[in-house]
């Protein structure tokens, strides 16, 4: 490398150095602030705020629903079942935790592990999409229906989009919007698990692409309360257990 190019090399890589540190800094700030919330009728019974984690200067941002059991004991995002086949599916694409930041769009416990309701989400929002601006992903990867009808503003249901990247405006930023099954949700219904598998295989070429292609119209499909909520909440839920219904029966729940 000639002089000139080592200079401008060794001046980017500092300049990006800083760049992180003040994203991490903005972050943590912005967590000690959101620990405190009471805009919604869920901190009263939470155990605390359980805001995020991971890199904070992902290139690749995970969001989920909300904070189930465990994630409200210890604090962290994806800490149970559902938690352990991120990791797995995030192993088998060459990332780890560490590599990437996962939120959820609320942020604390709803009681039993209910579907949040619309006022909670409207509470809550504004501490998701405060955190994407600080983090300045490429790519969201959306879990579920929740975090997929908040990030895309569209009625899309999970099971007509997942696997489909859109690009979206959040805030000033244009990021790709990658929807994706609830990890939960394979756990629940083993069969999902390769879809999921095969959804995830993509990731490493969208983050890498300079743009993602578009959904098709829009479809709406009904939310209602997934089974695999209960079957989670009480352990019984793991991959390698055999559905109750037939598999085009729960695609439907999701
Ligand atoms: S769910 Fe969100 S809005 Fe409601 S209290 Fe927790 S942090 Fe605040």
Redesign the pocket.
């Known amino acids: 490398m000639v002089p000139g190019a080592a200079a401008g090399a060794a001046a980017e890589a500092v300049a990006a150095a800083e760049t992180r540190l003040e994203r991490a800094s903005a972050l943590a700030a912005f967590a000690a602030e959101?620990s405190a919330?009471?805009?919604?009728a869920?901190?009263e019974g939470?155990t605390q705020?359980v805001f995020g984690a991971g890199d904070p200067d992902a290139k690749l941002m995970f969001v989920g629903e909300a904070p189930g059991f465990h994630e409200d004991k210890q604090g962290y995002p994806f800490v149970g079942q559902a938690g352990k086949l991120l990791d797995k599916l995030l192993a088998g694409i060459r990332l780890e935790r560490a590599d990437v930041y996962i939120a959820n769009v609320?942020?604390?416990r709803p009681p039993g592990n209910r579907d949040p309701q619309p006022s909670?989400i409207e509470?809550?929002e504004q501490?998701l999409f405060k955190q994407v601006a600080l983090i300045e992903p490429r790519l969201i990867a959306t879990l579920g229906n929740f975090a997929t009808k908040l990030l895309s503003g569209r009625p899309d249901g999970i099971t007509r989009v997942h696997g489909t990247p859109r690009e979206a405006t959040l805030g000033d930023r244009s990021v790709t919007l990658y929807p994706l099954f609830h990890p939960a949700a394979a756990l629940y219904t083993p069969s999902m698990m390769k879809t999921l598998e095969a959804d995830f295989a993509r990731i490493p070429g969208l983050l890498d692409a300079p743009a993602a292609d578009s959904v098709g119209p829009a479809m709406e499909v009904p939310l209602e309360e997934p089974e695999w909520r209960e079957a989670v909440a009480s352990g019984t839920g793991t991959a390698g257990q055999e559905p109750s219904s037939s598999p085009e029966e729960q695609l439907d729940l999701f």
């Open positions: 959101t919330c009471t805009l919604c869920l901190a939470r705020v609320l942020k604390c909670e509470a809550c501490h």
